[in-house]
């Protein structure tokens, strides 16, 4: 399965999923909330802001083995605790996380568990297969092979009745099967512990239990598996081996088997009737009731000391102090696990792949996605064609003849060609990562690859896009207008227009990256091109610019762009007519005419490169935008 030179991994897994104990103690949460409601008392009074605890004091212990469900009423900070115990909550918490009684950072904890979360995140246009043998390669250790990989896909494929979709695309799969699509990308690695955020929400009562059945199953295989619920289904609770609860303000209410929380809500004389479900039951007398809320306190605030007390409570401390003392006990083998070497928490020898890898695979997920899209594309496209042909018919034979008034008709056409290729390109990709963004923070909390390779992979695939279709529009406009040059001026004449094109979408990719609405871009997006236009040497001669304002023309695409196709077209007059009226102004030559808006017939390498400076400048603070925001952003 895997190549000779890892011997290690051969002869045992990875992270054998035995004989583990996960602790969390004394585990705080605060979030910070602004007070004013609304933009306007922001402004007016000033943001203030308070502290709003999520947890409070939780502790608790889970072993191989066992299926755990932590159960709550909204907003009793589930999802928080899942998030926090499971490392891949942004913020500051306090407490402790051991694993066998050793504190385990972020790293180790991305490399030995798995997380399910509520929301699937993925690419739609992909096919279950496709999704799968993407995940197998950001996922499995890099010394696997691809003929390991499909295996690894095929059983587990298998084992969760998943197959006959596998060559579905993702955005045709019903809730179930995406829970276990999200299941089965989390299994790829045999993850020693399995978080799941909410699995069952969304579902009915027969995929719920499906999917828990399975979850039951992958503990059974000596994992740890912790899941939030909210609002079970009736017996579906039967399946988990114990459940901690949790009160408003991220208090525990108990933690043990279902008959031990019978129990113990009996002992305060809160009795669940024989027909009735036990988990609405517990979150029920855990629940904040409206118009009740005093008394409601006072009873919840009543369970979580009498918790604290309990016999309960005393059996999870000490099971706590087992494991962090390294005594506990379990139904699978005594041998020190694996991953503890020298009496110290170590991060295995797992291979992450490159980054030239990642680049590869995620060019390849975006190259998918792209031409499944092909309807948007050739729309897309038509649309720019039809735009080049409305620009070219009013300008046929434009050339022929030219004279004083022919003048203004030739600059026009030139300056349309750049502004509908700037505006067409520049717009068209604001939507590239603000719908892919929630999908990149998610990945990036898992460590599944670098915010450079994404970037650059959606870089790679728009580029032929903005190669190949200005070079048809130059086309399509340079002949019906019977533009001068031959071949060599063709040529000549598409360079900038395809440059211009390439310096638009690095533009429209940094205001992408930047913010997070496309609405927020476009509004930005405006008086940067109302500024960038007027230096474009139509609407101001550049050379009567005063010096603090003539350095304008040289962050301005249009301009650049224009002066190049100008060059390229009036070099080749050499002689333009005169009017007969002896008062009225003449230009007599196409240098003449680069004077009169500021042109300079030497400029025009110097205009390329100047475009090729914006597409670079514009792609590295793109990018950094990104890595900006996937380091400042929470996730959950």
Not at 83 to 107: F, H, P, Q
Not at 228 to 250: K, T, V, Y
Request: glycine share 6%.
């Amino acid at each position: 399965m895997i190549r000779k030179k890892s011997k290690r991994l051969t002869e045992t897994p990875l992270c054998s999923p035995k004989n583990l104990c996960l602790t969390w103690k004394n585990i705080f949460y605060t979030v910070k909330k602004n007070k004013n409601d609304g933009y306007w008392r922001d402004l007016f009074k000033g943001r203030q802001m308070e502290n709003v605890q999520l947890l409070h004091s939780v502790s608790g212990a889970v072993k191989s083995g066992t299926l755990l469900a932590i159960l709550g009423p909204s907003g009793a900070g589930k999802t928080t605790l899942l998030a926090t115990i499971s490392k891949r909550i942004k913020g500051e918490s306090t407490g402790d996380i051991l694993l066998n009684g050793k504190m385990i950072n972020r790293d180790m904890m991305s490399r030995i568990s798995g997380f399910v979360p509520q929301d699937d995140l993925s690419i739609e246009s992909l096919t279950v297969q496709e999704h799968m043998e993407f995940m197998a390669r950001m996922r499995m250790d890099s010394r696997y092979r691809k003929t390991a990989r499909d295996q690894r896909i095929e059983i587990l494929l298998a084992d969760l009745g998943i197959t006959e979709s596998q060559c579905s695309k993702l955005s045709t799969l019903s809730g179930g099967e995406r829970k276990r699509v999200s299941l089965a990308v989390q299994l790829l690695t045999e993850p020693s512990i399995l978080f799941c955020d909410e699995p069952t929400t969304g579902l009915d009562s027969y995929s719920a239990m499906v999917v828990i059945r399975t979850l039951r199953k992958v503990a059974k295989s000596g994992r740890i598996v912790i899941c939030s619920l909210h609002q079970p289904a009736s017996g579906l609770l039967n399946e988990f081996h114990e459940i901690l609860l949790l009160a408003g303000g991220g208090r525990v209410a108990f933690q043990g088997t279902i008959n031990d929380a019978t129990n113990f809500f009996s002992s305060l004389g809160f009795y669940c009737p024989a027909t009735f479900n036990n988990a609405e039951f517990f979150v029920s007398k855990l629940s904040i009731i409206r118009g009740k809320e005093l008394e409601s306190k006072i009873k919840v605030n009543n369970i979580c000391s009498e918790f604290n007390k309990s016999q309960y409570s005393d059996k999870i401390n000490n099971i706590i102090d087992e494991c962090c003392s390294g005594k506990f006990d379990n139904d699978y083998n005594k041998s020190p696990h694996e991953i503890f070497t020298d009496d110290t928490l170590q991060v295995s020898d797992f291979k992450k792949i490159k980054s030239i890898t990642q680049l590869e695979w995620l060019t390849w997920r975006s190259y998918i996605d792209y031409k499944r899209n092909w309807s948007t594309i050739i729309l897309r496209f038509s649309m720019y064609m039809l735009i080049g042909l409305l620009l070219a018919v009013p300008y046929v034979h434009v050339t022929d003849n030219i004279d004083q008034r022919s003048i203004q008709n030739m600059q026009g056409l030139m300056y349309l060609v750049v502004t509908e290729t700037v505006f067409t390109f520049n717009y068209s990709v604001f939507y590239t990562f603000p719908k892919e963004l929630p999908l990149l923070l998610r990945d990036m909390a898992s460590g599944l690859y670098y915010p450079g390779p994404f970037y650059f992979s959606k870089i790679a695939v728009l580029i032929p896009g903005t190669v190949f279709q200005p070079f048809i529009y130059a086309a399509l406009i340079f002949f019906i207008a019977g533009l001068k040059g031959g071949f060599l001026g063709f040529i000549y004449f598409s360079i900038p227009v395809i440059l211009c094109a390439t310096s638009a979408t690095a533009v429209g990719c940094l205001m992408s990256a930047s913010f997070e609405s496309v609405d927020t871009a476009s509004l930005l997006s405006v008086p940067i091109d109302f500024i960038t236009l007027v230096f474009s040497g139509i609407y101001l001669h550049l050379g009567s610019l005063p010096p603090q304002l003539s350095w304008l023309k040289y962050v301005s695409q249009f301009y650049y762009s224009s002066e190049a196709v100008s060059v390229i077209q009036w070099q080749e007059y050499n002689a333009i007519k005169c009017s007969d009226d002896p008062d009225e102004p003449c230009i007599s030559s196409g240098q003449g005419v680069l004077d009169k808006y500021g042109f300079s017939s030497d400029n025009y390498l110097m205009d390329l490169i100047g475009l090729i400076a914006i597409f670079t400048v514009g792609h590295i603070a793109g990018y950094l935008a990104i890595l900006y925001r996937t380091r400042k952003e929470p996730v959950y």
